[in-house]
């Protein structure tokens, strides 16, 4: 990766390096998964103390169990983690999962995703954009791209400086009123991995072709604000229909040795 030495090259100060996706492909990493943590954790506080979230135990309660399931199949350090869910109180149809262990979901997520399966879907996907340090990544190139000047400014979120282009890179940038989508590379990859924590952790894969098309069906003038932090990469419900069926045998293997969620509201 040229592109890579390159920017290790510009960003001697900052500590730098390439990783590897789950899947495979070569990522920029010049933050570590600590600093991801704290500028996670710093964005999730930064919402408390606006009072973005609500009380509402029963959808909580609902969300919990269905993120509890799907991090139990996460590699390490990710399935012993702490996850803490809190409801937003937003009726546009948004959800998202921090570095360090948080996940937010608006209350108008309930709407769209109508079963504990497309719940699934959806906090599959943003645990695979965890999982697979796609904020990292969005720092990274954030960093290298806009040089020096960016540099310091986005590294000093991670020292309590601008929380806000923080909370962006991390994906809830929806949230606080910035919008950073993630890449369509990104977004496939937590498409894909995504269904495969569904599967492994005894949601119906199947229920992801039924979740993406009903965000597609709200498009128009007026889309999910989901998708416009989570663009659609080209033929996406015919992929996630593809990839239901090759994971067939890996949900019902999960019901059968007892890995059946009963998440219900
Ligand atoms: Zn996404």
Avoid at 58 to 87: H, S
Avoid at 120 to 126: K, Y
Avoid at 239 to 258: D, F, H, I, K
Wanted: positive net charge; contains cysteine.
């Amino acid at each position: 990766m040229k592109f890579c030495y390159l920017l290790i090259a510009l960003a001697a100060t900052v500590l730098s390096g390439c990783a590897t996706s789950p899947t495979g492909r070569q990522q920029l990493m010049m933050v570590s998964d600590s600093q991801m943590s704290q500028m996670g954790l710093s964005a999730f506080n930064d919402m408390r103390k606006q009072g973005k979230f609500v009380n509402a135990p029963r959808e909580r309660a609902y969300a919990t169990c269905v993120a509890n399931a799907l991090v139990a199949v996460l590699p390490p350090p990710w399935n012993t983690q702490q996850w803490e869910v809190q409801i937003v109180g937003d009726d546009s149809a948004n959800a998202f999962a921090l570095p360090g262990g948080r996940i937010g979901v608006n209350k108008g997520m309930f709407k769209l995703a109508s079963n504990q399966d497309q719940l699934a879907v959806v906090l599959g996907h943003e645990l695979a954009h965890v999982v697979s340090r796609h904020g990292a990544e969005r720092v990274s190139d954030n960093l290298a791209t806009q040089a020096a000047v960016t540099a310091g400014t986005v590294y000093a979120g991670s020292r309590g400086g601008d929380t806000n282009s923080v909370a962006a890179l991390l994906g809830a940038g929806a949230q606080l009123g910035i919008l950073l989508p993630f890449s369509r590379t990104q977004e496939s990859e937590a498409d894909t991995l995504g269904q495969r924590y569904m599967a492994q952790a005894g949601f119906d894969p199947r229920a992801a072709v039924t979740l993406w098309q009903k965000m597609d069906a709200q498009g128009g003038s007026k889309p999910p604000a989901f998708l416009s932090t989570h663009p659609s990469p080209g033929g996406r419900a015919q992929t996630l229909g593809r990839q239901a069926q090759q994971l067939l045998p890996v949900y019902e293997q999960a019901r059968a040795s007892g890995r059946a969620p009963g998440c219900r509201m």
